[in-house]
């Protein structure tokens, strides 16, 4: 999409040739169709102007909306016609597909290195509380189990606070691999 790329804005009229394609290609029911059509076209995003092939290449304007495509008039804010649009051009949606697959890996490569980093946090900082624990242990004095202690619930902070890092990572990479379905 260029620059121009906006949601429509404006008075919105419909042909009763998309009234009929929306209840006939939709499901709407024919006393709502003109308002569900009208409503969707506020909500939808100008792509481009398209020629048609069946009018001898007249020009119009589509707007889409989640997978709807509405042909608006070019010299009026008129809805001629809607649509649903769910392939695209195989050279499109093969590059479409590489680029979500290199965005997925992207992001699955992320998260391998923060569970591996997280690991070996984790590790280092086990180390370090099973040592304050021996030290707790072996010697009876108040002050060393005072510090022994507070630094255990300063490493039992930082463990946690691993364990949100390491969530937020694969959350990430959950919510791009659940916005993929829409193209796949």
């Known amino acids: 999409?260029?620059?121009?790329?906006?949601?429509?804005?404006?008075?919105v009229y419909v042909?009763?040739?998309?009234?009929?394609?929306?209840?006939?290609?939709?499901s709407i029911a024919p006393e709502k169709a003109e308002q569900w059509v009208r409503d969707n076209v506020?909500?939808?995003?100008?792509?481009?102007?398209?020629?048609s092939a069946e009018d001898g290449g007249k020009e119009s304007r589509l707007f889409v909306w989640q997978r709807v495509a509405y042909l608006l008039a070019m010299d009026m804010d008129r809805v001629i016609t809607v649509y649903a649009q769910h392939h695209s051009l195989s050279s499109?949606?093969?590059?479409?597909?590489?680029?979500?697959?290199?965005?997925?890996?992207?992001?699955?490569?992320?998260?391998?290195?923060a569970v591996r980093k997280a690991a070996i946090e984790r590790a280092e900082l086990a180390i370090e509380r099973a040592k304050c624990d021996y030290r707790m242990t072996v010697t009876p004095s108040a002050a060393v189990i005072k510090a022994n202690t507070k630094r255990i619930r300063e490493i039992d902070r930082r463990m946690a606070e691993i364990d949100a890092e390491v969530l937020a990572v694969k959350k990430e990479k959950s919510a791009i691999a659940r916005g993929?379905?829409?193209?796949?």
Not at 42 to 51: C, G, L, N, W
Not at 180 to 184: N, Q
């Open 180 to 184: 993929l379905i829409a193209y796949i």
């Open 42 to 51: 506020k909500k939808a995003r100008f792509v481009s102007v398209t020629v």
């Open 15 to 26: 042909s009763q040739h998309a009234i009929d394609r929306a209840v006939e290609r939709f």
């Open 92 to 113: 499109i949606s093969g590059r479409v597909q590489t680029l979500l697959n290199r965005e997925l890996t992207r992001a699955e490569r992320k998260e391998a290195a």
């Open 1 to 11: 999409m260029k620059e121009q790329s906006r949601n429509f804005i404006g008075k």
